[in-house]
């Protein structure tokens, strides 16, 4: 592909794609050369590979034909008027925040005019370190539209214009695909797969707060530049939690999102690095600190809400109950022929009861509230 000659740009806004690469050097380069024509920057960030990954992405530095329409480093603009001292301030922290991420490098000579960046991480981070990393090399440029795709080429770059196009468009500040509404998904997705797909999924709606989303773990995503400058790049899960992770920031910055069907792809010589065994207890322990986290900033916090107190109810009364389920349990199992804990029956039946009816309440306080931020 001739990377001089991009097409028109979306609605006159700037698209840049984060590809996160680990060990791609039999894919990085389908990847690349495949790159719909209207996105502005091709952000590589190679995560320490061991293999020439590296190596074969420099080439496009070197090759003569990577220019690129002139994006700017919108830190070093400067800021005028008296009026402006906050956004000076704001500028000035987003420079200097880089000292929270990895150390890395960016290779280009002038990416200011360069369509192919390339990002050096010097330690193996992980996939969600390298995507934070090239988003703030994003956020530092102004890109309206940050799309995210993988360096194994299981995403489609056919179907990145619809997931940037409710961004730059409809100003929606985060799109994600969707595989599981995809009619193939229980033909194509392996089985192990699926399964745990589907219970992080879950779990990701009660920690989120975004009820209506399916298939948390897909990586194909698009960001807006006002969700980036909403949350903190450099706090974001390093590890395949990091779809997860971003939702439950997002809705605590109160961003919209929205959904779009894409294709499962498997089978076209991606090797998956995921243990599912692995990731699920993982992921499963991070949606649970991010769920009190997001209920402790978002309804306590920021604006007290009822729903604060009857989580709390739920999980209080869920706990005063298990004493009551030991004892029952005891007495079955040690306790006189005959005779029955009464009183421990109904004090555990009451307080069991009482917890669930406080989380459903809990729940669908939750659910309307996050109405309005999901959009189809």
Not at 331 to 342: D, K, Q, S, V
């Amino acid at each position: 592909m001739d990377l001089r000659k991009p097409e028109i740009m979306i609605q006159n806004k700037t698209v840049a794609v984060v590809v996160p690469a680990f060990n791609e050097e039999s894919q990085i380069c389908d990847v690349i050369d495949h790159m719909p024509g209207f996105v502005d920057r091709i952000v590589v960030v190679n995560d320490c590979s061991t293999d020439r990954t590296g190596e074969i992405v420099s080439r496009y530095l070197n090759n003569g034909r990577n220019d690129g329409k002139v994006i700017r480093n919108v830190t070093s603009l400067e800021i005028v008027g008296r009026y402006q001292g906050a956004n000076r301030e704001l500028q000035r922290q987003t420079a200097e925040e880089i000292r929270y991420f990895e150390p890395s490098e960016v290779v280009n000579s002038d990416p200011e005019r360069e369509r192919v960046i390339l990002i050096n991480m010097y330690k193996n981070s992980g996939v969600g370190a390298a995507i934070a990393r090239g988003y703030k090399w994003c956020k530092d440029h102004g890109i309206d539209c940050t799309a995210v795709m993988a360096g194994d080429g299981q995403m489609d770059p056919a179907e990145l214009e619809s997931l940037c196009m409710p961004v730059v468009v409809e100003g929606i500040d985060y799109v994600k695909g969707n595989r599981l509404i995809h009619r193939s998904s229980e033909l194509v997705i392996p089985a192990t797969r699926f399964f745990g797909n589907s219970v992080l999924s879950i779990l990701t709606k009660l920690a989120s707060g975004y009820w209506s989303v399916s298939d948390a773990q897909t990586g194909y995503t698009a960001i807006s530049a006002k969700a980036l400058n909403a949350i903190s790049l450099h706090k974001i899960y390093r590890g395949y939690g990091m779809p997860n992770d971003m939702l439950v920031k997002l809705n605590i910055a109160l961003c919209t999102i929205k959904e779009v069907e894409i294709k499962p792809v498997y089978g076209i010589g991606e090797k998956s690095k995921m243990k599912i065994s692995k990731v699920i207890p993982r992921v499963s322990l991070l949606l649970l600190r991010s769920f009190f986290r997001r209920l402790w900033l978002k309804y306590f916090i920021r604006d007290f809400h009822p729903l604060f107190i009857l989580y709390n109810m739920g999980f209080i009364l869920f706990f005063i109950s298990i004493p009551f389920a030991f004892r029952i349990l005891s007495f079955y199992l040690t306790g006189p022929a005959g005779e029955r804990p009464i009183l421990n029956s109904i004090m555990f039946m009451f307080l069991i009861i009482s917890s669930m009816q406080c989380f459903l309440f809990a729940m669908w306080m939750d659910i309307q509230d996050n109405q309005h931020l999901y959009h189809r």
